[in-house]
């Protein structure tokens, strides 16, 4: 038996143009002479649809692209296709309306429908909002020379292994129910998204499970960006050993075939595969993760052009060079818009940028801006000491003229603050904020610098300017202004900040694992009162585990 993995980019809400990268892929499926083909988690509809699951005009448009899906599949082809169906049971026992689920598409037909039974609710998940749990697992059969069982999974389902994990999340265990089924092989369908170092502990999950329960396992995952997240793909197969046998890219689209023999998995073309193992992250799995998730916003929000502000500082540097990747360096305009307090080489050092990359730059000045500004607010702010409302300001007009920019030319802003910054509100609301899409948000400040100094490694030439690499960062908005006059060294900074945020320490643990207790104090303090901000920024790419979108909830408001 032939099994073929459609590791696809769906967009959320394009059912017609998702069942097309599913009529592809089972295109080539059947020409491969396989029997099953795999795509991943609500492959028709795309994930997250969110609140779109709400509409009951979307609801039946799934229903109709389904069926309308199954007739243009080439038979006797199998084809595994994610999707939603309606609990029926709803009204009366006070359910879910719908089950996250898996169509069994056959012989231009419907045949078989598989619910999700572990719902997660965690970080970015909120499916409890739009599903009921299946009760039970289930198993669709091929018939070769012999009846083989292929148990069906749908992500989560495979994330409850008690023996891997010393506890138990849910009360279900899918893998255990089907293993003592007698399936032959698992499979499991999955919109799982991306962050740092997760692939490794994927694999090393499922290929515990496999060993464990004595089952091959294949994991096929959706790939692309869907606004703030980002589907890395790197789907992979296990034998009932705990084998890896095969992997699919990451960061992008692939189709792979896979033969199954007697419990034994085989890579159809092992040349097309480069398996070797995974080391922890790394600068180019970042780069990759974050030009993938720019790439994929600009397109599916149907944007053709980016535009940023361009310092000369760290940020923005990489967040051009990102942009640059992503949608191509002509595509991409770079504005300089240097004050008073601008030195020469940041001027120099972001033209040199742009020309290291092959963009465009336009240079506004917004000296004359600014004095029109302290005009405007002379009799108000009279008798008061010049400070932190007069520094943003120069932040608001550059976010202003970005604005402008963008909505004149229809171009995607995007914003270039760090995690770093955005954790301590060292950013400007209405200013440096401005944007729909903020790129490094999730990557800390000493990130910054090591993926910068990794490009330039790999590109074998300066294409970050080394004086952008080696300066002070500063804000520039007063003379002889750098970032530690109010921060923390950075090293220092983001360490505090990984315990506090990814880690959940309180201040006593952080000062225990050797920091100062003031220093400590006054960044927690630092981070609760920036929550304001952050719930007005645009969505920010998360490639960490805890990142400030969809899944930070924190109150504004509260006493801690």
């Known amino acids: 038996m032939k099994i073929a993995i459609a590791q696809i980019n769906p967009t959320i809400g394009d059912i017609t143009g998702n069942s097309q990268l599913i009529i ?69 026992d006070g359910g879910k309306p719908l089950f996250n689920s898996i169509a069994l598409l056959r012989n231009s037909k419907v045949e078989q429908m598989f619910y999700k039974r572990l719902l997660p609710t965690y970080d970015v998940f909120d499916e409890n909002r739009y599903f009921e749990s299946a009760l039970a697992s289930k198993y669709l059969t091929i018939e070769l020379e012999k009846e083989i069982k292929i148990g069906v999974t749908i992500c989560e389902d495979l994330w409850n292994d008690e023996d891997f994990w010393g506890k138990r999340s849910y009360k279900e265990n899918p893998i255990a129910d089907l293993s003592n089924m007698g399936v032959d092989v698992v499979v499991n369908l999955s919109a799982s998204p991306y962050s740092i170092n997760k692939q490794q502990l994927r694999e090393a999950m499922l290929q515990h499970s496999a060993k464990h329960y004595s089952r091959p396992i294949i994991y096929v995952n959706q790939v692309g960006g869907n606004d703030d997240i980002i589907f890395d793909g790197s789907s992979f197969a296990s034998n009932g050993k705990g084998e890896l046998l095969g992997r699919a890219k990451a960061f992008a689209s692939d189709f792979m075939v896979i033969s199954f023999n007697e419990q034994i998995l085989e890579l159809e073309a092992p040349e097309e595969v480069e398996l070797i193992p995974l080391a922890a992250c790394s600068e180019a799995e970042i780069w990759s993760a974050l030009v993938l998730g720019v790439r994929d916003y600009a397109r599916k929000c149907g944007f053709q052009k980016i535009v940023l502000g361009l310092s000369g500082g760290i940020d923005s540097s990489l967040v051009a060079a990102i942009a640059s990747e992503a949608v191509g360096p002509e595509n991409v305009l770079g504005v300089l818009m240097p004050s008073p307090y601008s030195s020469d080489h940041s001027v120099k050092d972001a033209l040199l940028l742009a020309e290291n990359l092959g963009m465009t730059a336009e240079t506004i000045p917004i000296g004359d801006l600014m004095a029109s500004y302290d005009r405007t607010l002379e009799k108000m702010f009279a008798g008061t000491a010049s400070g932190v409302a007069e520094e943003n300001i120069q932040s608001r007009i550059r976010g202003n003229l970005l604005m402008a920019i963008a909505n004149k030319f229809g171009h995607l802003l995007v914003s270039t603050g760090n995690k770093s910054e955005m954790a301590v509100g060292y950013c400007t609301l209405y200013g440096d904020m401005n944007g729909g899409l903020a790129v490094i948000s999730d990557l800390p400040k000493t990130s910054v610098y090591s993926v910068c100094r990794w490009l330039n490694a790999k590109s074998q030439k300066e294409v970050i300017p080394e004086n952008i690499l080696t300066k002070p960062p500063s804000a520039e908005l007063k003379p002889g202004q750098v970032d530690q006059d109010s921060l923390p060294p950075y090293d220092i900074l983001d360490d505090i900040l990984h315990r506090l945020i990814e880690n959940h320490e309180s201040e006593y643990q952080i000062v225990v694992a050797g920091h100062d207790r003031s220093t400590v104090n006054r960044i927690r303090k630092m981070v609760k009162r920036a929550e304001f901000k952050r719930r007005q920024a645009p969505p920010g790419l998360k490639i960490t585990q805890r990142a400030f979108g969809t899944g930070w909830r924190m109150p504004i408001a509260s006493y801690l």
């Open 24 to 92: 592809d892929a089972a295109k080539r499926a059947a020409d491969a002479h396989c029997q099953i083909l795999l795509t991943p988690e609500l492959s028709l509809c795309g994930y997250p649809p969110r609140d779109l699951l709400m509409h009951d005009y979307f609801v039946e448009a799934m229903n109709a692209g389904l069926q309308a899906l199954a007739v243009k599949l080439p038979p006797p082809l199998a084809v595994l296709v994610g999707t939603v169906a309606e609990n029926t049971e709803a009204p009366i």
